[in-house]
């Protein structure tokens, strides 16, 4: 193991994150809101520890890991950020005084930051207006560099290591690119497609009226599909039918494989239409928004049309936004929710969950064998996209699906041997796992996860990054044969 590469390169994020906290806490000093300090001294602890990570390796090579490298400075860079992420909450005493409970919390806030979870243990009684803006920035931040972490990742690494079926994308534009190319190039088109997509919903949401501060924050939170805001209220808070609209254009366009969004700029203007997930990913949407509407009508619940299909598409990209209080729905229309917090997105995108590919191989990996056991003699092959499937990607997608489920029957066991209720703890699970944030009962809208025990709030944040990181990775470094020569 090439220790001293990974010490450099963790080196590398742990200043990207000391910068960002450094600007989170410029952003306080311009509104002196009384949280620079804190902030400054937040960032200079990554900093520090960055600095002495680079000298001690700087002239490692770092630019050829192997795969075994490569695995577990995914799961380091994850864990690294989250450590250093935690510290502006706990030192702004944002959960009470310098207490273990307090520095749980703050990892639990910063986990749920980076995995782009919109999940928080802010107290419900306490408005975020009154949190600096400074913190409230480093919230989204968070959520905006988790977003493009996953999307790299998904993009250029998952495919190379057979993760869960993901070797099937090898062949889509932008990985072809990157055989062509050195991998910063692409990740750098990769970061121009993401810095453009963000320009242009914080562009759209100050035209609806948010001020410049709230645009970037929900600009960097809708395109990573992670659903934190600036007010205690969420997007009910603005009360404006223009600004949904635009999140759910850009919560639809953050949750679109970013190599189509690639193909779309190289002029391949039809990508989008000939992409099989994205259908089924949009057509999941409309059925969804379709059967809850109809079931509200059916049992006499007025709500407006077009906060049943901006809180559906939320929670069906995973990015957690919230205009009302789900609770008061119908257990139908919950349970519909509660499906789509499975299913995700697309592939290559800032979508958590299981994902659409995944899902529609599934179903017709199932329909085959059901086909096989009528016509023994016959041969259906499963195919994507007019591609032929081959076995181990079904194999890899069919235990991805097992592991998935397993962790969440796991997780939501043990939330319920802590005193919740079915619901309360399958859609806290469900929700965590899968990158939205917001569950039902206690977890709703309405409520957060603050009173969860230790115990839970463990299994809640392993759920999360367990969930971002596509769950391999992370199982891989934690066996015991990744460490043996």
Not at 190 to 216: E, N
Not at 322 to 341: E, G, H, Q
């Amino acid at each position: 193991m090439n220790w001293r590469a990974l010490a450099k390169l963790i080196g590398f994020l742990s200043c990207v994150v000391a910068l960002l906290i450094g600007i989170s806490a410029f952003i306080s000093f311009l509104y002196r809101d009384g949280g620079s300090l804190w902030l400054a001294a937040s960032a200079l602890i990554p900093l520090l520890g960055g600095l002495t990570l680079m000298q001690f390796s700087w002239n490692a090579d770092a630019d050829n890991l192997s795969h075994r490298e490569a695995t577990l400075l995914i799961s380091l860079s994850w864990v690294t950020a989250i450590l250093w992420g935690a510290f502006p909450y706990y030192l702004t005493k944002s959960f009470g005084d310098y207490s273990f409970t307090a520095f749980l919390n703050s990892l639990f806030e910063a986990t749920a930051g980076f995995t782009a979870t919109a999940a928080t243990v802010l107290e419900p009684g306490i408005a975020l207006e009154r949190l600096p803006h400074g913190l409230l920035f480093w919230r989204a931040l968070s959520q905006w560099l988790g977003g493009l972490g996953i999307i790299l990742m998904a993009l250029l690494y998952l495919p190379f290591i057979r993760s869960g079926g993901m070797e099937l994308f090898q062949t889509s534009s932008i990985v072809r690119e990157r055989i062509r190319t050195k991998v910063g190039e692409v990740s750098k088109t990769v970061l121009f497609i993401y810095l453009i997509l963000t320009a242009l919903a914080a562009i759209s949401l100050k035209i609806g009226g948010m001020t410049l501060f709230d645009s970037l924050c929900h600009a960097f939170t809708v395109i990573s599909s992670g659903g934190f805001s600036t007010h205690t209220q969420n997007i009910a808070a603005y009360n404006s039918r223009f600004i949904e609209v635009v999140l759910i254009i850009f919560m639809i366009l953050g949750t679109t494989n970013f190599a189509l969004h690639f193909s779309f700029i190289k002029k391949d203007f039809g990508a989008y239409w000939k992409s099989s997930e994205l259908r089924l990913y949009i057509s999941v949407l409309v059925i969804a928004c379709l059967l809850i509407l109809w079931n509200l009508r059916v049992n006499g619940i007025e709500i407006d049309s077009f906060s049943v299909i901006f809180n559906t598409v939320s929670i069906g990209s995973t990015t957690g936004f919230w205009n009302t209080d789900t609770n008061n729905w119908t257990s139908f229309a919950k349970a519909v929710l509660l499906l789509l917090m499975f299913v995700g997105g697309t592939v290559g995108s800032a979508s958590g969950a299981i994902k659409c590919f995944r899902v529609s191989l599934l179903m017709k990996y199932s329909y085959r064998e059901v086909f096989r056991i009528i016509h023994p003699a016959g041969f259906t092959p499963v195919k994507l996209e007019g591609k032929v499937v081959g076995r181990e990607v079904l194999e890899g997608v069919t235990a991805f699906f097992f592991i998935y489920i397993l962790i969440f029957t796991a997780g939501s066991l043990l939330l319920q041997s802590l005193g919740y209720d079915t619901m309360t703890a399958i859609s806290g699970v469900a929700s965590t796992l899968g990158g939205v944030g917001p569950g039902f009962g206690e977890f709703g809208t309405q409520g957060g996860y603050m009173n969860v025990p230790l115990a839970g709030k463990v299994t809640l944040m392993f759920c999360m990054l367990l969930g971002r990181v596509e769950i391999f990775p992370i199982l891989v470094v934690l066996s015991r044969e990744f460490w043996r020569k």
